[in-house]
Structure formats: structure tokens, C-alpha cells
């Protein structure tokens, strides 16, 4: 059973990395496109997909919710020539997608598919009062499915996406969710995630040294995942690994539109992707991105 830590409920933000059109579209209608440029940062296009995996029960408390489940997900996809790494995000309890867009539009404007289900117990906008954090449980089956979809054939997205460069990341209940999602065999026929980023976890026994390569982030200023929970998730992880403190930093506050964190956040884990997502960059610029901002710092193992 995964060990659990919650995060405090914000408002919508509004992204500041990449010009965004917001399309909700059927799932077989292809998105349009807008002007691409060579390099990033890319223009961006979200869209609003209406997943449902039938082939799993929602409940909340012993009690069925839906026969179903429900996984509205929304993607952002950078209008970047040939097919593109892809990026499924969890986010933390009581709280959706909205608290990270700056973040997650940041990846995609860079060259990312990133893509973000509404959990539907765990999102409180879409639980309503079936609020559940014990449905964590869930949630790493819930990643798995939005990944095969994104890339299957019914996807309006899988001819933008290179599906043999899959990661996943997440942010406290969704980190841990991210983490065990990566470290779970992939289904026969399926991408493995050759990448992962957890950001205020704390450890998953079943993850345990099964990872593929992962950065961790962690506040040293936490107060609802202790320091020491961020720190034990990077030394029970297999390398190659990197930790990513954030000096000053608390919970969700560092990942948040307008952070004094967030460029550091987002240059750090643009390091990590470009060099085990997309393959396109060393490994020595994680480090170095690190040591451009003060207030973080960056070790690896």
C-alpha cells in the first residue's frame, strides 16, 4: 500500500512559457495546427480529452461512485515538427492540474507532449464530496491507461507523440503515484517510462530500486512531506538519480505560477528530460542548470 501525503487546494494559474489555444475536442477529431518554429519555446495547443476507462469501478469508501472511471485529461502539445516525447503528470491530493500549469506548459513549450488526468476521487472539483485519498491506490493504473490511449488508436494526439519516449512525473500523493507507475513492469506491447520526476514524494516500498532514471525534488521548508521523506526517496532509488533541493522552498508553493523557485524548477527538470526523455543532451547539464540558481542545488548518486 502506498503511504500518502496530501497537498493544500489553489486556484487556477495562468502560465507563463508558451502562448496557449485551449481546445475541447472528441476523441477522434485531429487538433489544428498553428505556426511551428524551429526551436523552442513552441507555441502550444491544449486540449481537453474526455478519457473513461470502462473496465474499472470508482469507489469511494466502500461504496461505488461509477461503474467506470472517469479520467478528463488535459494535454498540452507543442506545435514541434516530427513526434515528440510524452509526459504524464499526477497531481497531488485535493487539488487538479491547475496548481502546476506554468510548470507542465513549460515542458511542453519545450518540446514535450505532456499530458494531465483529473483523478476521480482525488481531484476535488471532479469528487465532489466522494473526496477519497485512499483511491491513490488507483491512480498508477489510471497513468498507464491515459499513456496507452495517448498513443493508441483512437488518440487525436498519437501521431505527435513518439511512444518509445514515455516518462511520467507527479507532485506529492502524484509523485508517489509517478513513482510507482514507473517502477510497475509495462504491460506486453507497451512503453516502459524511461524517465521519472517526484516532486515532495515520499518513499513507495514496492519502488523500491526498481526506477528507471529519476529526479527528485524536494522543499527543505516543507511542512506536509518532511525533508527527510524527500530524502529517502532519492537513496532507496536506483541510479542513475538526481536530488533536487529546494532551499527555502515548502510544499506546493515552489510549483506555482509566479515562485520564486519555478525558472529553477523548470530549467533543473528540463536538464533531466533533455537528457533521459529525449536524449538530446548530457547529463552534465543537470548539474549545471542547478548551480545557476541560488536558492536550489542539485546532487546525484
Not at 487538433?31 to 480529452?49: G, I, K, M, S
Not at 485519498?133 to 488518440?155: C, H, K, M, Y
Not at 527538470?269 to 542545488?297: E, Q, V
Request: proline share 12%.
Amino acid at each position: 500500500m502506498l503511504i500518502l501525503a496530501g497537498c493544500s487546494p489553489a486556484a487556477r494559474l495562468t502560465a507563463r512559457t508558451a502562448t496557449t489555444t485551449t481546445v475541447t475536442i472528441p476523441t477522434t477529431t485531429p487538433p489544428r495546427p498553428t505556426t511551428v518554429r524551429a526551436e523552442p519555446p513552441y507555441p502550444v495547443t491544449e486540449l481537453v480529452l474526455p478519457l473513461v476507462d470502462p473496465t474499472r469501478p470508482t469507489v469511494s469508501g466502500g461504496r461505488m461512485v461509477s461503474s467506470v472511471r472517469k479520467l478528463t485529461t488535459l494535454v498540452w502539445v507543442p506545435q514541434a515538427a516530427g513526434r515528440r516525447p510524452l509526459i504524464v503528470f499526477a497531481h497531488g491530493f485535493d487539488v487538479g492540474p491547475a496548481p502546476y500549469t506554468a510548470l507542465l506548459q513549460a515542458w511542453a513549450a519545450h518540446g514535450y507532449v505532456v499530458a494531465a488526468p483529473e483523478f476521480p476521487l482525488t481531484d476535488p472539483a471532479v469528487a465532489g464530496i466522494n473526496l477519497d485519498e485512499a483511491d491513490i491506490v488507483n491512480q498508477p493504473a489510471d497513468v498507464r491507461f491515459v499513456t496507452d490511449w495517448l498513443i493508441g488508436p483512437l488518440s487525436p494526439v498519437a501521431n505527435r507523440i513518439d511512444p518509445s519516449r514515455a516518462a511520467v512525473a507527479g507532485h506529492s500523493d502524484g509523485a508517489e503515484t509517478a513513482l510507482a507507475s514507473a517502477a510497475a513492469p509495462a504491460p506486453a506491447g507497451e512503453p516502459g517510462y524511461r524517465a521519472a520526476i517526484v516532486l515532495g514524494a515520499q518513499p513507495v516500498p514496492s519502488a523500491s530500486g526498481h526506477n528507471p532514471p529519476i529526479l527528485v525534488a524536494q522543499g527543505d521548508a516543507d511542512p506536509i512531506n518532511p525533508p527527510s521523506n524527500g530524502i529517502a526517496t532519492f537513496q532507496q532509488a536506483a541510479s542513475p538519480k538526481y536530488l533536487l533541493t529546494i532551499h527555502g522552498g515548502g510544499h506546493l508553493a515552489p510549483l506555482e505560477a509566479g515562485s520564486a523557485w519555478l525558472a529553477g524548477i523548470e530549467a533543473v527538470s528540463l536538464a533531466f528530460l533533455d537528457a533521459y526523455l529525449a536524449a538530446d543532451a548530457p547529463p552534465s547539464g543537470i548539474l549545471s542548470a542547478g548551480a545557476s540558481f541560488p536558492d536550489l542545488s542539485v546532487t546525484t548518486g
